[in-house]
Every structure is written in structure tokens, then in C-alpha cells.
């Protein structure tokens, strides 16, 4: 367990000088650290359907993806390999602990935590990824290449799903043992290859695509505005080509479409965009009316699941809170309750007591409930 592990990190000077800038490699992050989920542990959760994993493994120049679950067989392999599991953290409290160390960046921005197990050699050969990925080593040794900055017009190898480089260019080379953490920002690339058996943690981050920010905004827009809005031509010149579509009728239009889109946009489509979940959530009725009725039975702890995405917006109209890409709008004594649920994910006791006492409290509770966002026991 890395229950007592602390991540030493000057938060301003790594945000100012290398978040989302240039890689920074920090030995030994702390005193205390050991690797939150074994090897096997980890192998057993790929044998499960519900679990996202892959193995990749390298036969000389080729590189083969298989998806899981897999079976104890999978793992008895000639060539160098590497497990990929994803979401630990949904599975495993230590592993989700570890994401508590990078609260300095908020947890809209974190994206669920991947762990990979390899045997020696094993890696998933050279890329980039688009996402900024702090890089832990857990067990054993990895040896981490820093290369060339990449985008859309890097050169890949052909392959239906992994995306590795045809060229890549070492900067830097690192070896990382236990504790160890590389942090990587988008774009850059990077190669581990693992030195014996060793595992690693990636703690990777999200970011909305600009082009799916543009939809969800202008989605919101249409909500929005009137039906009875259109092109106009008030003063228009006498057509000379009665077929064409003047080239000052298509600038008309475009100013036109500018000024619509000046008018203001409600915003809670980036909150429900960036609290999406990334996996299916099981929600049974028969299961929220126990868990509502252990709520208001007294002695009740409420939290987090660990794959709940709650987040909020504070404005001034109130709170927006956003949990599993639903929004929900609420009053400012809701504020107590989210900022311990946020913080330690659990609330229990009097604290609870009094956000149930609380009407827009409780009508949050019930909404988080509602949206798998809320487990009561
Ligand atoms: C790995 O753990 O082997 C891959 C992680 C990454 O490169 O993002
Ligand atoms: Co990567």
C-alpha cells in the first residue's frame, strides 16, 4: 500500500515550468511509496469481462494488439509483452488514492488511472499520446526514452489500433525504479522499455477536443435561440446573374452568423461534457430505493463510487453541479456537503446530518443518487 506516500512536488513551479510544457522526471517522489496493486492482483482483474485490458506484444518488427479478458494461458507468451489495464482505479481504493497526490490540477482535467504490468523487454513501443500522463513506476525497473514533439503529421506504423511511431528520435533516457515518476506532457514522444518484470501507473488527464466543445456549445446555442431569426437583405443591390450567389451575399451571411453567435450561451454543457463516464453505469432502480431509504434510516455513511465524475460551477446564480455528465442546479448551502464529497469522497455523522437537514442539499443527494453518483452504506 502507498497509504503514507506523499508526492513531493513544488505544485506552482511544476505548473509554471512544465504542465502541459516539458517533461520532468522527479526520482524517489517520496518517502513511504509502494506500489498500491501487486502484479497478480492485477493480472486476476484482466481475467475479468468488466475490466478494459489489452496485451501488446512485439514479435520483431510487428507489434499485435489482443483485447481482454484474458486467461492465465495469455500470459505464457516467447515474445516481450506488456498488460494494460485500465481504470484501476475503479477497482482498487489504494490505486485510486494515488490520484489524490495530483489534486493541485482538478479532477475534471484527470482521467481514470492505467496500470500496465510487462515482462522483461516488454513495451508498447514508441508514441505519443494527446493527453498530458504522469508516469509511476511501481515494481522493477523501466527504461523510459523521451523523443521528438509529434502531432497529426508524425509518421505511424500501419496498424488498426496502435498507433506507434515509424520514427523515433531519443532526447533523453531515463531508468525508473520504484517511486519514480516521469511526467509527459501531450505530444511528446516517449518509449519504455521495461528491465526484468516491472509495473507502471500512468496518471493521465483529460481534455475536451475543441471540436466536441464547438458542438456541445453550439447544441446549447440552438436550445437557445428563436426559430424566427433570419438572413436578411434589407438594401440589397439588383442581382446582374440572376443563378449566382454573390460572393457579398455569402460575407452577409457569415456577419450575420457571427452576430447570433455573440449572444450569451448557458455554460453547463462543459461540466456535463467533461463529467461524462467513460463506461457504462449500471444503474438499478431497486438498488437506489435501498440506498434512499439507508439514507434517512440514521447512522448512514454516503460516498463517492470510484468511478463517479462530480464536479461543480459556482456562478452568480448558485451552484451547477455536475455528476456522471448530468447537471443539476442548486443553492449556495449545498456548498459544505459537495466540498467534503469532492475532498475526502465520504461524509458521514453530523456533517451528514445537517446536508440531509438542508432542502437543497437533499435534493442533490437524491439527484446524485439518481445518476450512479452516490453509494450509501
Ligand atoms: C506503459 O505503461 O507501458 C505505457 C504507458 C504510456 O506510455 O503512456
Ligand atoms: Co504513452
Redesign the pocket.
Known amino acids: 500500500m502507498s497509504g503514507n506516500w506523499q508526492l513531493n512536488l513544488d505544485h506552482t513551479a511544476f505548473l509554471r515550468d512544465h504542465w502541459q510544457r516539458k517533461p520532468l522526471l522527479i526520482r524517489n517522489t517520496g518517502a513511504g511509496f509502494s506500489p498500491p496493486i501487486s502484479s497478480d492482483h492485477l493480472a486476476g482483474l484482466a481475467f475479468e469481462a468488466s475490466v478494459e485490458s489489452r496485451l501488446v506484444e512485439q514479435c520483431g518488427d510487428n507489434w499485435r494488439l489482443q483485447h481482454g479478458p484474458f486467461c492465465a494461458a495469455d500470459f505464457e507468451r516467447a515474445q516481450p509483452w506488456?498488460l494494460?489495464v485500465q481504470a484501476v482505479d475503479h477497482f482498487s481504493a489504494a490505486v485510486g488514492e494515488l490520484q489524490r497526490q495530483f489534486d493541485f490540477i482538478p479532477r475534471w482535467r484527470m482521467d481514470d488511472v492505467?496500470v500496465?504490468y510487462?515482462v522483461n523487454g516488454g513495451?508498447?513501443g514508441p508514441?505519443y499520446?494527446n493527453y498530458d500522463?504522469f508516469?509511476l513506476q511501481g515494481e522493477g525497473q523501466r527504461l523510459w526514452r523521451l523523443g521528438q514533439a509529434c502531432d497529426e503529421h508524425s509518421a505511424l506504423l500501419p496498424h488498426d489500433e496502435l498507433r506507434i511511431l515509424q520514427d523515433f528520435h531519443c532526447v533523453e533516457e531515463y531508468l525508473l525504479g520504484p517511486g519514480d515518476l516521469l511526467y509527459v506532457p501531450p505530444g511528446i514522444a516517449?518509449w519504455?522499455v521495461a528491465q526484468g518484470e516491472c509495473t507502471?501507473f500512468?496518471i493521465g488527464f483529460r481534455a475536451p477536443q475543441l471540436s466536441e466543445m464547438i458542438a456541445r456549445w453550439s447544441d446549447q446555442l440552438l436550445l437557445q435561440m428563436t426559430q424566427e431569426l433570419f438572413y436578411s437583405d434589407a438594401g440589397r443591390a439588383a442581382a446582374t446573374r440572376p443563378g449566382e450567389i454573390h460572393a457579398g451575399d455569402v460575407n452577409e451571411a457569415l456577419a450575420q452568423l457571427q452576430r447570433a453567435l455573440q449572444q450569451p450561451v448557458r455554460n453547463q454543457w462543459f461540466g456535463e461534457l467533461v463529467t461524462e463516464p467513460h463506461y457504462d453505469i449500471d444503474l438499478d432502480a431497486g438498488d437506489i430505493d435501498a440506498a434512499r431509504e439507508a439514507l434517512y434510516s440514521g447512522g448512514a455513511t454516503i460516498s463517492l463510487p470510484r468511478a463517479a465524475k462530480l464536479a461543480w460551477q459556482q456562478d452568480s446564480d448558485g451552484i451547477t453541479v455536475f455528476a456522471n455528465g448530468e447537471s443539476h442546479t442548486c443553492g449556495a448551502s449545498v456548498l459544505p456537503c459537495l466540498l467534503i464529497l469532492c475532498d475526502r469522497r465520504d461524509l458521514f455523522g453530523p456533517q451528514l446530518d445537517s446536508a440531509l437537514a438542508d432542502t437543497d442539499t437533499a435534493r442533490l443527494l437524491e439527484n446524485l443518487l439518481q445518476s450512479g453518483c452516490l453509494d450509501v452504506e
Open positions: 506488456t494494460l492505467m500496465s510487462a513495451s508498447v508514441h499520446d500522463v508516469l516517449h519504455g507502471t500512468s
